[in-house]
């Protein structure tokens, strides 16, 4: 990140910023890279001084003007053969059992012929962030929301085109989309143990349609729930940490699938599948950073990337990490 923004490169000291403002019932904005050792906390009037831009819906701050022309958008995927090849790395430790479940991800060279800070603008989506000359996030997934000592999680597993004939059905009737799914489902549900009392999963295997450039996409998602300690404001920063990396970018288990993923991926995520989130003084909303465009000197990158398990086709899956290459904007 440009030495312009206030990195913090300690995760105590990312903990110690989101206590210091949750405890004192003060809002802010914060972000956390996938490995946990970097990340921002920041004031709104900070922000706003930075350029920096967010949307959690009613948390929002100010917006730039939107495009005045279509939008141009072209990529140049890896190809298959090198995704095989790390495809192939991750299944040797899917059929030893190393892992059940690891999310393979790429990043993709990006032309567009708007700024991202007309992107943002002109994106829909649940939760945005922008950081002028870093990345824009227009994520669709939840991380956890935390509102009067309730903690909720929205992992989001299995995608299909929307085109596809009945592909509702075929979505929730597919085996490896099932497993995959489940599987994160107990994960979170694990993980919100953690920090939670009477954890629940409230919806199972709901669908979403999303709107993007590309075409409509379903993505399934459900929803686990529990109840925080009284006093969880005093160590809201150790709440998040816990539940890091999130599971639904990760896989399971989470520590051994972390090393396989290190060892596959050819380039480092950076805040890309990590998370960012607005605490208002009483509610926190927060994204897993997932639909995450980084900004280079070598120019934009587009990165993504979706669930493997021993049941995946490399071919199947390739073609999903392409069908993310998107923005919500229609």
Known sequence: MNDKYPMIRSRSEIIAKINHFSCKGESFLFAIDFAGEKGFVLSPEEAERKGFKYDFGTMKNRVAPGMNEPLKFDFSPVGFNVYENAFEKVLFHLKRGDTYLLNLTFQTPLQINVSLDQLFTHS?????????GFFLIFSPEVFVRIENSKISSCPMKGTIDAAIPDAAKRLLADDKEFFEHNTIVDLIRNDLSMVSKNVEVTRFRYIDKIHTNRGDLLQVSSEITGDLPDDYLKNLGEVLFTLLPAGSVTGAPKEKTVEIIR??????????????????????????SIRYIEQTPEGLFFKSGGGITALSDAESEYREMIKKIYVPVV
């Open 263 to 288: 060892a596959a991926e050819n380039y480092d995520r950076g805040f890309y599948t990590g998370i960012f989130g607005f605490f208002d003084g009483q509610i926190l909303s927060s994204a897993v």
């Open 124 to 132: 829909r989506a649940p939760f945005k962030l922008y950081v002028p």
